[in-house]
């Protein structure tokens, strides 16, 4: 039987992976990167997955001995807080977005 923290980090491995192919395509075209220039939100996208990656090394870091304790506090702090303004981001666009469907026309 497999626990619910194998379930979570299988997928946590799958998202990883395709966010690392996805990352590869966009850094092979020069008009992605154009795009993201002129966009403020794939720079902020960008950013939580860089401070998501920082916080994921120190934590590697911290285990193979690495990296001292309090570099890895900072970093993981920093990781939850942007998840958290991004998870509170994506439920204000949806009720955004649900707001405008309730709408009559």
Known sequence: MKT?????????NLAKTALKSEAGQAKSANAATQ??????????????AQTLQKGETAAM????????????????????LAVETAV???????????ELIRMPV
């Open 61 to 80: 870091n911290y285990m193979t001995g690495s990296a001292d304790p309090h570099s890895v506090v900072e970093a993981l702090a920093a990781a939850e």
């Open 35 to 48: 795009t993201q220039d002129a966009n403020p939100a794939f720079k902020a996208v960008h950013d939580v």
């Open 4 to 12: 619910p923290a194998f379930h979570a980090a299988q997928s946590y």
């Open 88 to 98: 509170t981001v994506r439920d204000k666009v949806v009720e955004a977005y649900q």
